[in-house]
């Protein structure tokens, strides 16, 4: 992380400067785009009569205390409001949780040889007010397809995400709907695709049976590929590289699945934005949108890794364990009139 300008001592002279904080690849981590989708969330939240958790919105991220040494900065202190909307949260929920898949992932490929697959499954659109039930009948349905011989024979371990998006489609019949969905990370073993390969038709049926569903889901079954080789990796063994593109696919496909773009449409503070968060609060009730199983959870914990969705969302990688003695301290605060983050020695 980098502050801006360049001479960040500098800048650390003089008060008031807007924050930029970027990442290893000097990409700039969009505190203010959080921030502000945040305090738009609490809006909606407030006029959905959900005030408690509109209030601790405001508030989420409103300061956030660095750490400076050798120009870089690492979170601190802050305060999260862990609302299961809050963009803020979610953005570092996500964050989290990729940096600890790359590690179990890395962990998994050193000890297992293994490949990956990724894994949709689906269930119809369905309004509002079925939600909640829905979601709690795919929870016990994974248990029963989790369970089946097929699948404890052919899949070593798993990562579950449970992502539900709304229908904005106007001209749609589905319009208004939702649609929640697994995703689902697949470790297999290196003969997978022999003698203990599950075909297309396999899973579609499995899902169907543990669903109890009198019609054929949409399911989707593809090996994750890996990304085309970084520059960066040219003179590194084509083995090596090969495992970390293969890890940078499977980072991509481990983000938080609640994503506020599929909660508030715009800008503005709109009826059908209200009626969604209504809708997506009273289903995320007490749900966890995550899990691992078989391998990946086992090497979950002994990374001795802490919660992504209810956890510490300061400390999410490594670095954040230990503060180098004779770091400086950084305030940054949310300036209302400004609209942005100021920083200030």
Not at 17 to 27: A, E, F, W, Y
Not at 74 to 80: E, G, H, I, N, P
Not at 261 to 285: F, M, S, W
Not at 314 to 338: C, F, K, P, R, T
Request: proline share 3%; with cysteine; aromatic share 10%.
């Amino acid at each position: 992380m980098h502050l801006y300008p360049h001479d960040s001592m500098d800048m650390l002279s003089k008060s008031n400067k807007i924050l930029s904080d970027k990442d290893g690849q000097g990409k700039e981590r969009d505190w203010k785009g959080k921030k502000k989708r945040s305090l738009l969330m609490a809006e909606h939240h407030e006029i959905a009569e959900l005030g408690k958790k509109a209030e601790r919105m405001y508030e989420c991220g409103s300061f956030l205390s660095f750490k400076l040494k050798d120009e870089r900065l690492k979170l601190y202190q802050a305060y999260f409001c862990k609302a299961r909307l809050c963009p803020m949260c979610n953005w570092r929920r996500s964050l989290k949780i990729a940096f600890q898949n790359k590690k179990i992932i890395q962990a998994v490929n050193e000890r297992e040889n293994v490949k990956w697959v990724f894994l949709t499954l689906t269930v119809r659109n369905v309004g509002g007010e079925e939600l909640k039930d829905t979601m709690d009948l795919m929870t016990k349905a994974w248990n029963r397809f989790a369970g089946y011989v097929k699948f404890k024979r052919s899949i070593k371990g798993y990562f579950r995400a449970l992502e539900v998006t709304r229908n904005w489609d106007k001209e749609s019949e589905w319009y208004g709907t939702y649609h929640p969905h697994f995703h689902v990370l697949l470790a297999v073993p290196n003969d997978y695709f022999g003698r203990n390969y599950i075909k297309q038709a396999e899973w579609t049926s499995m899902w169907q049976r543990a669903m109890k569903l009198d019609y054929i889901p949409i399911v989707h079954v593809a090996k994750v590929k890996p990304k085309k080789e970084s520059p960066d990796f040219i003179e590194m063994e084509q083995e090596i590289k090969k495992t970390i593109a293969e890890q940078n696919a499977i980072f991509e496909v481990s983000k938080y699945p609640m994503k506020d773009t599929d909660v508030i449409r715009g800008n503005k503070v709109t009826p059908e934005n209200v009626q969604t968060v209504k809708d997506l609060d009273r289903a995320l009730a007490y749900k966890r949108l995550i899990s691992y199983g078989g391998l990946l959870k086992k090497i979950h914990k002994e990374l001795n890794l802490s919660d992504s969705e209810d956890g510490d969302l300061i400390h999410i990688d490594d670095e954040s364990d230990e503060i180098a003695n004779g770091a400086v301290d950084i305030m940054a605060y949310w300036h209302v009139g400004l609209n942005n983050y100021m920083i200030r020695r």
